[in-house]
Each structure stands twice: as structure tokens, then as C-alpha cells.
């Protein structure tokens, strides 16, 4: 059993992967994140001049989505994989993906 991550630099994506996955009977969950840098700045207290002068120079936060995919065969990776690609074009440049092996699950319908 495998937990396969997508990890896109863009939200624009998400939608024909998730079109692409349900259509080959694929589900999962969808987490909209954000990078390390924004939120720590988030988190740190600006001052009140330079603190807005530096959210202009930064630039606009972009989501982060990540889909996350609990699939029972590990050959199913390969298939997730191509369906990314397909759905968007080649995943170079766009995010990446990967899969984590899992040991324990509990309470999904088989």
C-alpha cells in the first residue's frame, strides 16, 4: 500500500489532475499549503512602514496544492504518475510528486 503526494507550484492544475484521477476511479484528498518563507512571514510581526513595503516587493502568494492518493497496489504509482503527466503536460517546471509506503491504515471502506 502506498500514499502517492502531488505537490504543485500551481492551483491551475488541480482540476484536470483531479478529472484525470476520478475518471480512472482514482480519489483522495486535496490540501491547499503554502511555502516556508510565507509563513514565516506571516508569522513575524512587521514593522508598520516596512513590513508593507515588503509584502510589495515579495509579491503575491501563490497556494501550494497538494493531492494526496492512498492506493492499495504499489504498481498503481505508475499509473497515478502518467495520469499527472498527461493531465498537465510533463510535471517538470510545475511541482513533483512522490509516494511514501504505508504500514498502517484503519478505517477506509475496502
Known amino acids: 500500500m502506498q500514499l502517492f503526494i502531488v505537490v504543485l507550484t500551481e492551483d491551475v492544475y488541480v482540476s484536470s489532475i483531479l478529472r484525470k484521477f476520478s475518471d480512472n476511479n482514482y480519489h483522495g ?3 491547499s ?4 518563507r510565507h509563513a514565516l512571514m506571516d508569522s513575524i510581526e512587521p514593522e508598520p512602514y516596512f513590513g508593507g513595503l515588503t509584502k510589495v516587493v515579495e509579491g503575491k ?4 496544492p497538494m493531492i494526496f492518493v492512498v492506493v492499495k497496489k504499489d504498481e498503481e504509482i505508475k499509473k497515478l504518475s502518467e495520469l499527472v503527466k498527461e493531465a498537465v503536460g510533463g510535471i517538470k517546471g510545475k511541482g513533483f510528486m512522490y509516494s511514501l509506503p504505508i504500514s498502517y491504515l484503519e478505517g477506509l471502506d475496502e
Open 29 to 31: 484528498t486535496v490540501l
Open 33 to 36: 499549503t503554502k511555502s516556508i
Open 61 to 64: 502568494e501563490v497556494a501550494r
